[in-house]
Every structure is written in C-alpha cells, then in structure tokens.
C-alpha cells in the first residue's frame, strides 16, 4: 500500500495538518495543482510574496513582448528564454524514493507559448494573467504545467516553508544549496533526497481553465459572457447529431484570438472568480481518502489467495480472484457508496482505479506474493507483475459505464494484442449507469472478437450503483 508523507517521516498525520502541509503520497502522482488564485489569497507567512514574484515574472515577459518588432528580435528571445522552466530535481506534487521531479517547460513549448502570447498582446490584451488561463488556447499547455511554472517562479518561498516546518517537526533534514543559499530541507531517512513540501491551502483539485470544458467554470457568474462565447462558436463545437463536442484548442485559440473582446472579458471574468479552496477534510473528489477505505475494507473483508507463490500459469486467475473479491465488497459489502461523494455525484474514475489497486495492493502484501505493481498505478490501469523474471503480467483497466467504454475497450485492445503471449488483460467495467446498451454492445464486440480467432481482453462486471436496501424494495 502506498504510503503518505506522514508515514515516510514517522510523525502524525495531525502534525502535518497543523503545519498546513499537504499530505500527499510517496511515489504515487497527485492531481493536486497549485493554483495562482489561491496562492494570490495564502496566509502562509513565507509565501506571503508568492503571488507578487508569479505576477511580476509574467508582467516582465509582457514587456518584452510589446517591445517585440518580430519573432528573432532580442526581445522575443529574452521572453522565450523566461518561459523555459527546467524540471525540478526535487519537488513534486507527487513526491518521490527516487527523486520523481515536475513536467517542465522546455524550449520547443516554451517558443509556442511565446508565439501564443505575443499574438495576444498584439490582439490587445497585455494582461499578465493571461499566463493563467494559457491553457486554454495552447496544445501541451494543462494544470500541471501551470502548476510546475508556479512552483518554479516560487521555490525560494517553498524551500523557507519546508526548512521551517522541517525544524518545527523535528523531521530528518538533508542540505541543500539553492539560489545561493543554503537549506536544511526534509529527506526521507536512507535516501538523503530533499522533499519540499507544499501547503495546502494553495492546492486545488480543479485545472486552471484548460480548455472548452473549463469556460463554463470561469465564465460561471457571467450569463452574458457565456452566451456570447456560444454565439460566436455557434454550431463549429457540435458535432453531426448536434451534440456538443469538445473544441480542440488550436480552433479555440483561432475562436477567441479573432475575437478579443471575448477573450478580454474572459480574463477579468477570472480575476473576479472568487476561487474556493479545496475541501481537503470531505476530500469530495476522493484522491486520498480511497486510501483509508482501501485499508478498511482488506482489513474488515481478508482474502485469502489459497497459494504460496505466483507463477506465470497461476497469475490470471489469481488476479480474477481479487477482482471477483472486490465485485463483492462493491454490491454486497457497501463498497459502492464510496464511488459517490456527499453530493451524490459520482467520483472520477481515478478514484476507482486507486481504490481497487490500494485493495488488491493489501492482498497481495498480506500473503507476501512476488507480485509487483507497475509506479504509475492510479493514471490508468493496474499492473500486476511477476518480478522473479517470468515473463507474466496481468492489467486490469478500470472504466465505467458513464464514460466511453468502447473507445477504452479499444484502447486496451490494441496494447493486449501488441503484448508478448504471456501477457492477460481484464477490463474491469464498473457500472454507474441504469442504461446497458453500451455495455451489451461491447459484449458483442469482444465475442465477435473471439469467434474471428482474435485474442480479446477478459470483461469482468461490477455494478457500481447504490442500489436500495432490501428492506426498502417491494
């Protein structure tokens, strides 16, 4: 089971709480961002700054670019060179054993998001918060790397929070020299690698607008800018039904940088959004109470494997074990509750995904098996693999009926019939809708598959809605 920061360092997770830092996960990826609207409202005394350093780094860049007369000048350069953000050798929202650094902005994006912004500025708009909301018009441009920018222009500050709760906490310390100057920063005991710790009250679980998706959100207070925004789109964001579809940001980009007016009310509908902080105690998106849950519920419900090793002929239906142990915990033991936060809205998928690998992680470390999950469980699929050089490996995929199953069916098809023989692969469908037709149809699919003598994902079958109790039905 992945551990937090808390159990890495041997203090309590209330200690943490009180200093304000969040709580995140050893080697396991957060989609926690830093958000500039939050940092603009932080009470931590050592980021009290924060806000301004961001704001001024982006207003310079403005200046270099209404000074630009064309894409080689001096002045693109320098504004080019200011929108380079190297990875951060030591901090992650993710954090990490091995020392797992951000995204980073090299030069080929960099010199998009320069181009990007000079465009802008010439439609008009010199306003630095333009880089806040640069997601929403430029390809490979998401919350994290907004997030990573931050954290870069403000690593001064974070490493003076760190040192100072380091020190408040009695934590493990490693030195570190930086912008000069030298830190005692938390380290993992054993491994002499920095950690730099993030408040949380800066953190938000909602990307900076990163696309259509996200207008609706900035434009939330403002009936009138979002009307107009869809008259001028108009049908181009449907699709032949005359559905909506998603607008791809090079069209959003060519929409909004013809029509600046929008794209200028868009920008002071953003600055007057008052940004609401993360609910971290409810967690309504569920990234890290899935942990606790997982560890309820292989604890109240054990699952015994009935083998003493894994090997390449007994890990498949190993694996179909604890996925037909996990369908009873969901539709018999109470498990699916938590698919649904307070709200009754269903949690994303993500959270599914780290629930069932936090349950199958504890069974498989219970019975001590040689069996290895893949770094990067939680962003897709779950890994199961035999580490003692067998070639055998199970993926479970995790997807529910809500979203397209065909397209993730697909998907998992290709990489399956890509794979070495040895390799199996479930897909794992959690049912969160009362319609069935999409999930019968992928039935057939997979069955037409299999009679054409093509190899074809296993499809297991949980039903992920709150169904009524017994005494309630007639």
């Known amino acids: 089971m992945p551990k937090k920061i808390n159990e890495i360092f041997g203090i309590a997770e209330e200690a943490l709480r009180k200093e304000g830092v969040f ?28 806000y301004l350093s961001f704001k001024t780094h982006f207003t310079e860049i403005i200046h270099l670019l209404q000074a630009t007369k064309h894409s080689g000048d001096r002045f693109f350069r320098e ?19 091995e020392g797992t650094s951000g995204s980073g902005i ?16 010439q439609a008009g708009i010199a306003d630095p918060v333009i880089f806040e909301l640069v997601g929403l018009l430029e390809e490979n441009i ?45 380290a993992i005991t054993g491994t002499n690698r920095p950690t730099v710790l993030i408040p949380y009250e800066i953190l ?90 997982a560890r309820e519920y292989a ?6 494997l009935g083998v003493d090793k894994v090997t390449p002929e007994n890990i498949l239906q190993l694996v179909l074990k604890i996925c037909s142990h996990f369908k009873v915990l969901v539709e018999a033991n109470g498990l699916s509750v938590h698919f649904w936060n307070e709200s009754k809205k269903l949690r994303n998928e993500r959270f599914a995904q780290l629930l069932f690998f936090g349950i199958a992680d504890a069974y498989c470390g219970a019975h001590n098996l040689d069996l290895n999950r893949e770094p990067n469980a939680g962003r897709g699929p779950v890994d199961f693999k035999i580490s003692s050089g067998y070639n055998a490996r199970v993926n479970v995929e995790i997807k529910y009926t809500s979203n397209n199953i065909r397209a993730g069916y697909e998907k998992q098809l290709q990489i399956y019939n890509a794979a070495e023989r040895t390799q199996y692969s479930i897909f794992l469908i959690i049912r969160t809708t009362e319609s069935t037709k999409a999930l019968d149809e992928l039935i057939k699919f997979r069955m037409d598959q299999v009679s ?6 296993e499809i297991f079958i949980v039903d992920g809605r709150v169904l009524p109790s017994a005494s309630k039905t007639k």
């Open 142 to 186: 998401g919350a994290d790397r907004i997030s990573d920018m931050a954290i870069y222009i403000i690593l001064l500050d974070l490493l003076t929070y760190s040192e100072r709760v380091a020190k408040n906490l009695n934590l493990n310390t490693c030195q570190v020299k930086a912008y000069g100057k030298e830190f005692s920063l938390p």
């Open 299 to 304: 604890s109240l419900y054990p699952l015994l």
């Open 79 to 97: 504004a080019h060179r200011k929108l380079i953000f190297p990875e951060l050798p030591f901090v992650s929202l993710g954090y990490s054993t």
């Open 23 to 50: 709580n995140g996960f050893i080697d396991l990826d957060s989609k926690f961002y830093v958000d500039p609207h939050l940092l603009e409202r932080t009470k931590v005394p050592e980021l009290e700054n924060s």
């Open 204 to 293: 938000n679980d909602l990307p900076v607008a990163n696309g259509w998706d996200d207008i609706d959100r900035v434009c939330a207070h403002n009936e009138d800018l979002r009307n107009r925004v869809n008259e001028i789109i108009g049908d181009t964001w449907k699709d032949e039904s005359g559905k909506k579809r998603r607008i791809p940001k090079r069209e959003l980009k060519y929409i909004l940088l013809n029509h600046p007016e929008v794209l200028k009310d868009l920008v002071e509908q953003y600055k007057r959004n008052s940004v609401e902080k993360y609910d971290f105690e409810k967690d309504p998106s569920g990234q890290l109470i899935w942990h606790d849950i």
């Open 106 to 121: 090299g030069s080929g994006i960099a010199l998009n998001l320069t181009s990007t912004a000079w465009e802008i500025i």
């Open 452 to 457: 054409a003598g093509k190899r074809a994902p």
